[in-house]
T-cell receptor, first 111, second 117 residues
Framework: QKEVEQNSGPLSVPEGAIASLNCTYS??????FFWYRQYSGKSPELIMS????GDKEDGRFTAQLNKASQYVSLLIRDSQPSDSATYLC???????????FGAGTTVTVRA | GAVVSQHPSWVICKSGTSVKIECRSL??????MFWYRQFPKQSLMLMAT?????????EQGVEKDKFLINHASLTLSTLTVTSAHPEDSSFYIC?????????????FGSGTRLTVV
């Protein structure tokens, strides 16, 4: 079983729509969860971090964490063409600082 | 915020030669540096963890004699790909925990695109 799994893509949404990304993780002791955006040929950039159950909003992005279900999601509202990228879910190991990444979901926002 | 400077951004080398990649923490001390490799259309895979003043720890399946990691100071970690072969062509990225600097987890270098011909 993979440590971090993301919903398979690619995901294509029209401009202005909501893009919904999902991620599950296997280590119940994980405490820190991250969503990164990665453009082709570039390094990942942090979109959102979340540590507590519930929702966390930052602009057009909302992360949701449910530790009981070992599930973390990311919503992108009012999607823009510039949001077209691969989104990586990452989970911190409870015993060290190592990050485990999901395979990524490629999002395309159609103008 | 915390910055990790990674060089070179891209390199082309001949098969059999060695290539060194540097990651420097510019405004914080990185006692730990993670090294990742990313093949096209795949996710980041952790290769090894370097710790200042001690030997690096390698993930399963990563050859420590091929991927030499040195973390000689609190601001510099290097990865040397020795006797590179075309299958080593990949995107290499370093990352350091930055929570102590007010960051929100990890700072990533800009990545190095290695092409072995």
């Amino acid at each position: 079983q993979k440590e971090v799994e993301q919903n398979s893509g690619p995901l294509s949404v029209p401009e202005g729509a909501i893009a919904s990304l999902n991620c599950t993780y296997s280590d119940r002791g994980s405490q820190s969860f991250f969503w990164y955006r990665q453009y082709s040929g570039k390094s990942p950039e942090l979109i959102m971090s979340i540590y507590s159950n519930g929702d966390k909003e930052d602009g057009r992005f909302t992360a949701q964490l449910n530790k009981a279900s070992q599930y973390v999601s990311l919503l992108i509202r009012d999607s823009q063409p510039s949001d077209s990228a691969t989104y990586l879910c990452a989970v911190n190991s409870p015993n060290d600082y190592k990050l485990s990444f999901g395979a990524g979901t490629t999002v395309t926002v159609r103008a | 915020g915390a910055v990790v400077s990674q060089h070179p951004s891209w390199v082309i080398c001949k098969s059999g030669t060695s290539v060194k990649i540097e990651c420097r923490s510019l405004d914080f001390q990185a006692t730990t540096m993670f090294w990742y490799r990313q093949f096209p259309k795949q996710s980041l895979m952790l290769m090894a963890t370097s710790n200042e003043g001690s030997k690096a720890t390698y993930e399963q399946g990563v050859e420590k004699d091929k991927f030499l990691i040195n973390h000689a100071s609190l601001t510099l970690s290097t990865l040397t790909v020795t006797s590179a072969h075309p299958e080593d062509s990949s995107f290499y990225i370093c990352s350091a925990p930055d929570a102590g600097t007010g960051g929100d987890g990890y700072t990533f270098g800009s990545g190095t695109r290695l092409t072995v011909v």
